[in-house]
Nanobody
Framework: QVQFVESGGGLVQPGGSLKLSCTVF????????IGWFRQAPGKEREGVSC????????EYRDSVKGRFTISRDSAKNTVYLQMDSLKPEDTALYHC???????????????????WGQGTQVTVSS
């Protein structure tokens, strides 16, 4: 059974940084495209970033480009989301998601993924 363990969330001041981790159990993360999504109270879930299973061509939503970086550590079966220059509007519950596909592409649409983690809360506030 596929399981995710997300961690790294917390409370940070505007301009600060956090590094989220998504460690997967039950499958080799390198066989899957992995995405990070977020959902703020009263808002729709939105794709933040994704990492394809082949190559190193990630995708980012426009509002986080230049501030967030997605990366993988195959040895640890973990995908990271480094978040810098955080803003209050980044406050949300962040989830990682996965879909088994051998592709150099990934998607920021949630319907593309079929495995989801429970999420880790990120709060940006002074």
């Amino acid at each position: 059974q596929v399981q995710f363990v997300e961690s790294g969330g917390g409370l940070v001041q505007p301009g600060g940084s956090l590094k989220l981790s998504c460690t997967v159990f039950g499958f080799a993360a390198d066989d899957y495209a992995i995405g990070w999504f977020r959902q703020a109270p009263g808002k729709e879930r939105e794709g933040v970033s994704c990492s394809p299973s082949i190559g190193k061509r990630p995708e980012y939503r426009d509002s986080v480009k230049g501030r967030f970086t997605i990366s993988r550590d195959s040895a640890k079966n973990t995908v990271y989301l480094q978040m810098d220059s955080l803003k209050p509007e980044d406050t949300a519950l962040y989830h990682c998601a996965a879909v088994r596909i051998q592709s150099a592409m990934c998607s920021l649409f949630s319907s593309w993924y079929d495995q989801w983690g429970q999420g880790t809360q990120v709060t940006v506030s002074s």
